[in-house]
């Protein structure tokens, strides 16, 4: 145990609160003190981020090393109307493989208890009931593992810790076809393939769109090559045909391109090397040496494969000639700004669609569906930004969505959106510049393919591909307009005390064997909203100056932080990067705070 362990900040942990309850637990309903004498970890997260899915994925390895005396907790807090539904939840925590209990908070109650601003953050409880330390973003697993193991051994000498199994029960599997399918792909020979996800697996599908004929992966999660048996995946996603008959796959946890063979049902790696990108890293060369970051959906454009980088907001490409990866568009700040690709935002880009003169994306996170044309200009087709979204028809300029996840170009040069959390399929014409909506009462819909005059949408939540008969007429529902669940924070107009806190984790130094090993990036929508304090620097607390005469925006910052193992006798330590982005709603009150401070890894103790 090192001396800095009794001057440890510890502040008493407020209880768990959420209407919805517990999931993961067999029913049971938990309160703090069922959990004392185990150490916890709060997870805050909601389903349609793609940091959270990261951090999920992180702590596996966590929860298996140390399941007798850690226990995981993962507070659902939703950020769309539809993540505050019961059963949506109930479908994530499947989907996702979620190994630990759930605690379903829709309004937001435990979040505000804790203070958290952003998803995902962590937090850790010793096994008395404080809370020891706080997160935000991803990266962190090392040092919660740091963590975790001197509290066990400071509550083991004090007779505080408590062994044994812990709260969770998992659920009962269902008997389906298809397990929260992602994307599908219409074949030569006028069958389906469709990834199913949750099962890891390609499901090969007759015509019908139901009789499953051949399956492709172990069905467990992993990452290897070789024949449909012996090859797995790791929650594939999107499916494109390549110019030699096979199949790309975006193997999205697994941050990889893989190939499919149709014939002999060979899967093999094309690009990725397992591991995740971080900020720093090569951005482009030999496909198979460059880290990629969840590649949410894929398809041919102008002769390359274009992928729809989810975990980095960029859009990338694959030259299969040359065998190599690159950024084509996006810098990976989460926003929407259009304009030449390098300059280009983009929020969670999951859904793509190609035309002979443009690529179409769902832009989940912006509730946008957007366009590339051949020059690499990026442009906006409907939504507005990451706070705005619901189920409005009418002119594009006016009209919602609300997470789209897929995209599918038609015959008449318009374009249909898998309007996800609003269960439909929805129309946007680019000659009337007209939203109107295909289809209701479609369970998360996550990606559509043209057979015809049909379309048969993939209906996630509902386990199946649906077939619909494209109508002449949209069907009218009830325009319905939403603005985030988060409320403003209240700022005085005029100067505002930026402080993101960063404390390096225990046995661990900042990095600066080559520089400032910190950055902060700051923006605002509206611009104007900033007079002073915009751009990049390499100090994390920065004075800025909001202008008085915007009454309110959203204050976008992005830091990141490297630290390294302090450890002289290791020549080459093994350093770490933390990172996150923030989109903090303002509200400019005479009576507001000048100080706004962001916890990226630390306690904030002023």
Same mark, same amino acid.
């Given at each position: 145990?090192?001396?800095?362990?009794?001057?440890?900040?510890?502040?008493?942990?407020?209880?768990?609160?959420?209407?919805?309850?517990?999931?993961?637990?067999?029913?049971?309903?938990y309160t703090l003190a069922d959990l004392r004498g185990r150490i916890v970890v709060l997870d805050f997260w909601t389903f349609c981020c793609i940091n959270c899915l990261h951090v999920l994925d992180e702590l596996r390895e966590l929860e298996e090393k140390h399941r007798d005396t850690l226990v995981v907790i993962g507070v659902h807090s939703p950020k769309f109307v539809h993540e505050a539904e019961h059963q949506a939840v109930v479908d994530a925590v499947e989907r996702y493989g979620v190994a630990h209990?759930?605690?379903?908070?829709?309004?937001?109650?435990?979040?505000?208890?804790?203070?958290?601003?952003?998803?995902?953050?962590?937090?850790?409880?010793?096994?008395?009931?404080?809370?020891?330390?706080?997160?935000?973003?991803?990266?962190?697993?090392?040092?919660?593992?740091?963590?975790?193991?001197?509290?066990?051994?400071?509550?083991?000498?004090?007779?505080?810790?408590?062994?044994?199994?812990?709260?969770?029960?998992?659920?009962?599997?269902?008997?389906?076809?298809?397990?929260?399918?992602?994307?599908?792909?219409?074949?030569?020979?006028?069958?389906?393939?469709?990834?199913?996800?949750?099962?890891?697996?390609?499901?090969?599908?007759?015509?019908?769109?139901?009789?499953?004929?051949?399956?492709? #992966? +172990?069905?467990?999660?992993?990452?290897? $090559? *070789?024949?449909?048996?012996? !090859?797995? @995946?790791?929650? %594939?996603? &999107? =499916? /494109?045909?390549?110019?030699?008959?096979?199949?790309?796959?975006?193997?999205?946890?697994?941050?990889?391109?893989?190939?499919?063979?149709?014939?002999?049902?060979?899967?093999?790696?094309?690009?990725?090397?397992?591991?995740?990108?971080?900020?720093?890293?090569?951005?482009?060369?030999?496909?198979?040496?460059?880290?990629?970051?969840?590649?949410?959906?894929?398809?041919?454009?102008?002769?390359?494969?274009?992928?729809?980088?989810?975990?980095?907001?960029?859009?990338?490409?694959?030259?299969?000639?040359?065998?190599?990866?690159?950024?084509?568009? #996006? +810098?990976?700040?989460?926003?929407?700004? $259009? *304009?030449?690709?390098?300059? !280009?935002? @983009?929020?969670? %880009?999951? &859904? =793509? /669609?190609?035309?002979?003169?443009?690529?179409?994306?769902?832009?989940?996170?912006?509730?946008?569906?957007?366009?590339?044309?051949?020059?690499?200009?990026?442009?906006?087709?409907?939504?507005?930004?990451?706070?705005?979204?619901?189920?409005?028809?009418?002119?594009?300029?006016?009209?919602?969505?609300?997470?789209?996840?897929?995209?599918?170009?038609?015959?008449?040069?318009?374009?249909?959106?898998?309007?996800?959390?609003?269960?439909?399929?929805?129309?946007?014409?680019?000659?009337?510049?007209?939203?109107?909506?295909?289809?209701?009462?479609?369970?998360?819909?996550?990606?559509?393919?043209?057979? *015809?005059?049909?379309?048969?949408?993939?209906?996630?939540?509902?386990?199946? =591909?649906?077939?619909?008969?494209?109508?002449?007429?949209?069907?009218?529902?009830?325009?319905?307009?939403?603005?985030?669940?988060?409320?403003?924070?209240?700022?005085?107009?005029?100067?505002?005390?930026?402080?993101?806190?960063?404390?390096?984790?225990?046995?661990?130094?900042?990095?600066?064997?080559?520089?400032?090993?910190?950055?902060?990036?700051?923006?605002?929508?509206?611009?104007?909203?900033?007079?002073?304090?915009?751009?990049?620097?390499?100090?994390?607390?920065?004075?800025?100056?909001?202008?008085?005469?915007?009454?309110?925006?959203?204050?976008?910052?992005?830091?990141?932080?490297?630290?390294?193992?302090?450890?002289?006798?290791?020549?080459?330590?093994?350093?770490?990067?933390?990172?996150?982005?923030?989109?903090?709603?303002?509200?400019?009150?005479?009576?507001?705070?000048?100080?706004?401070?962001?916890?990226?890894?630390?306690?904030?103790?002023?």
């Amino acid at each position: 145990m090192t001396d800095s362990a009794p001057r440890r900040a510890r502040v008493r942990a407020p209880e768990l609160i959420g209407k919805g309850g517990w999931l993961n637990t067999g029913d049971q309903q938990y309160t703090l003190a069922d959990l004392r004498g185990r150490i916890v970890v709060l997870d805050f997260w909601t389903f349609c981020c793609i940091n959270c899915l990261h951090v999920l994925d992180e702590l596996r390895e966590l929860e298996e090393k140390h399941r007798d005396t850690l226990v995981v907790i993962g507070v659902h807090s939703p950020k769309f109307v539809h993540e505050a539904e019961h059963q949506a939840v109930v479908d994530a925590v499947e989907r996702y493989g979620v190994a630990h209990p759930v605690l379903d908070d829709p309004e937001l109650a435990t979040w505000k208890q804790y203070a958290v601003r952003a998803w995902p953050t962590l937090v850790v409880i010793d096994p008395e009931g404080y809370v020891v330390a706080q997160h935000a973003g991803e990266g962190h697993a090392h040092a919660i593992e740091r963590l975790v193991e001197e509290l066990e051994a400071e509550h083991e000498a004090k007779g505080t810790l408590r062994r044994g199994d812990g709260p969770y029960v998992p659920p009962e599997p269902e008997p389906t076809t298809l397990r929260f399918p992602g994307k599908a792909l219409l074949l030569p020979s006028g069958n389906f393939l469709v990834s199913d996800t949750t099962r890891h697996q390609l499901v090969e599908l007759a015509e019908d769109a139901e009789t499953a004929l051949r399956r492709f #992966g +172990t069905g467990t999660r992993g990452f290897a $090559d *070789g024949g449909p048996d012996q !090859a797995s @995946f790791n929650e %594939p996603q &999107g =499916l /494109a045909l390549l110019d030699d008959g096979s199949v790309v796959v975006a193997d999205t946890v697994n941050h990889a391109l893989r190939r499919l063979d149709l014939a002999t049902g060979e899967v093999t790696t094309l690009a990725g090397t397992g591991r995740q990108w971080w900020q720093g890293l090569a951005t482009s060369g030999p496909a198979r040496e460059v880290d990629l970051s969840s590649p949410w959906d894929v398809a041919v454009f102008g002769g390359k494969v274009w992928i729809a980088m989810a975990g980095v907001h960029q859009l990338w490409t694959y030259d299969p000639d040359a065998g190599t990866v690159a950024v084509a568009a #996006g +810098t990976t700040n989460e926003g929407l700004v $259009d *304009g030449p690709g390098a300059e !280009a935002w @983009f929020a969670q %880009p999951s &859904g =793509l /669609a190609a035309t002979a003169d443009r690529l179409w994306l769902a832009d989940s996170e912006t509730s946008a569906l957007r366009w590339v044309d051949t020059d690499g200009q990026v442009h906006t087709a409907v939504g507005t930004g990451l706070f705005d979204f619901g189920h409005r028809d009418g002119a594009a300029a006016q009209a919602l969505f609300q997470h789209p996840l897929g995209v599918t170009a038609l015959p008449d040069g318009s374009v249909a959106v898998a309007d996800t959390y609003n269960h439909a399929l929805r129309r946007y014409d680019p000659a009337t510049g007209e939203v109107t909506t295909l289809a209701t009462d479609l369970r998360e819909p996550s990606d559509a393919v043209l057979v *015809g005059e049909d379309i048969v949408v993939v209906e996630s939540a509902r386990h199946r =591909l649906t077939r619909l008969r494209l109508p002449e007429e949209a069907v009218r529902v009830e325009s319905v307009a939403h603005r985030t669940r988060r409320a403003a924070t209240e700022v005085a107009p005029g100067r505002l005390r930026l402080d993101v806190i960063f404390q390096a984790p225990a046995g661990q130094k900042l990095d600066t064997r080559y520089g400032p090993s910190t950055r902060l990036l700051v923006s605002a929508t509206p611009p104007e909203l900033l007079l002073k304090g915009e751009g990049a620097d390499t100090d994390l607390s920065r004075e800025l100056e909001l202008n008085p005469a915007v009454s309110e925006g959203v204050l976008h910052v992005s830091a990141m932080a490297a630290s390294c193992d302090d450890d002289p006798a290791n020549e080459y330590p093994a350093c770490h990067v933390h990172q996150q982005d923030w989109g903090v709603p303002l509200r400019l009150t005479a009576g507001g705070t000048d100080r706004l401070p962001l916890v990226l890894a630390g306690m904030d103790e002023q």
